[in-house]
Nanobody, 121 residues
C-alpha cells in the first residue's frame, strides 16, 4: 500500500494550489486521512484531516483558507489551498488510516513521501 502526495509547487502569495493524496495497492478501506506540513526548523503540524464519512478538522492557521475533501471511489483526498501566505511554505505530507482486509482494524501508520509547497512574497 502506498500513499502518493502531489500538487505542490511554487506560487506567489495570494495564490492557490491543490494537493492530492492517492492511496494505491491492495487494501480494503481508506479511513481518516490527514495533511501535515513541516517547515525547516519547525515541528510537523496538522493542517487538516477528514474522516471517511467526511467530517473535517483544520489547524487554526489555515481555517477559512484551506479546504479538505475526498473521493472515496478513487481513494483520493484533496487539499485546496487558497490565499496562500509565505508562512504556508513547507513540505506537505499526507497520512492515512488503512484497513487491509475486511474486519481488520484501521492502521494509522501510512505516510506519503511529501510534496514541497513554496509561497513567494
Amino acid at each position: 500500500v502506498q500513499l502518493q502526495a502531489s500538487g505542490g509547487g511554487l506560487v506567489q502569495a495570494g495564490g492557490s494550489l491543490r494537493l492530492s493524496c492517492i492511496a494505491s495497492g491492495s487494501f480494503f478501506s481508506l479511513g481518516s486521512v490527514g495533511w501535515y506540513r513541516q517547515a525547516p526548523g519547525k515541528e510537523r503540524e496538522l493542517v487538516a484531516d477528514i474522516t471517511r464519512e467526511g467530517s473535517t478538522n483544520y489547524g487554526d492557521s489555515v481555517k477559512g483558507r484551506f479546504s479538505i475533501s475526498r473521493d472515496n471511489a478513487k481513494n483520493t483526498v484533496f487539499l485546496q489551498m487558497n490565499s496562500l501566505k509565505p508562512e504556508d511554505s513547507a513540505v506537505y505530507y499526507c497520512s492515512a488510516e488503512i484497513a487491509l482486509r475486511v474486519a481488520y482494524p484501521y492502521d494509522p501508520g501510512y505516510w506519503g513521501q511529501g510534496t514541497q509547497v513554496t509561497v513567494s512574497s
